[in-house]
């Protein structure tokens, strides 16, 4: 990317989370000054869960995915993170150790927002503290959402919920003429969104086959539109 064509794509990038946001070119200028842009091979990990973060993200192009680890090992995906979307916010302005990991789940290029550039945005920009506030406030939601979902639903609903988030992140085009949608998804990436066994949903996943719910085969899932 050409410094020139940076501020407008940074506009793209905020109208793309807060579309009610609009920078003057001389804001988006100054902007583009302090932010900076990192590439990442597939399988780089950005940032380690327990890491202190000195800057938060946005992912331009590829994808990253957000997942906490256990002491034994096992993982748990939060999110596929895809263009134009946040990431590594609550960490970097609590000045908190992140709860998650971040890395590549495909080669990706991202956008750098580190302090000066927090600052700016904050102080400078009106109605970007109010939108932030917002957009934090609705992962909060979110949060609460699959916390109730672990602790109170069962493997079934927490795959129809896994499959519900593949379907916002995931999806691939329009539906078929069948009315069949395609998701770019393994199935031990839906395990793993799931915080279910690969047993158990290859279980869940033969049964939704059987009633005609779902489709599948290596690297894909379809789903109802």
Do not use: C
Request: charged share 20%; proline share 4%; glycine share 8%.
């Amino acid at each position: 990317m050409s410094e020139d064509s940076k501020p407008a794509e940074l506009q793209r990038l905020l109208q793309g989370n807060f579309a009610q946001l609009t920078l003057k070119p001389a804001a988006l200028q100054a902007l583009a000054a302090l932010v900076a842009q990192r590439t990442l091979r597939r399988g780089s990990v950005l940032f380690a869960q327990g890491q202190s973060v000195q800057a938060f993200f946005a992912v331009q192009r590829g994808e990253i995915e957000t997942r906490f680890g256990a002491p034994d090992g096992s993982v748990s995906v939060l999110e596929y993170v895809q263009p134009p979307n946040f990431f590594g916010l609550s960490a970097f302005a609590a000045g908190l150790p992140s709860r998650y990991e971040a890395l590549a789940s495909k080669a990706s290029r991202l956008w750098v927002f580190g302090p000066e550039a927090y600052r700016y945005l904050m102080d400078e920009v009106p109605g970007f503290a109010r939108a932030m506030l917002a957009e934090l406030s609705r992962r909060y939601d979110g949060t609460l959402h699959l916390l109730e979902a672990s602790r109170h639903s069962g493997a079934a609903e927490r795959m129809q919920l896994a499959l519900a988030q593949l379907r916002r992140e995931r999806a691939q085009g329009e539906a078929d003429a069948d009315g069949w949608l395609a998701l770019a998804a393994t199935q031990a990436e839906l395990a793993a969104l799931a915080n279910v066994s690969r047993q158990t949903i290859n279980q869940l996943l033969r049964q939704a086959v059987a009633k005609g719910r779902l489709r599948h085969r290596y690297g894909r899932l379809w789903v109802r539109a």
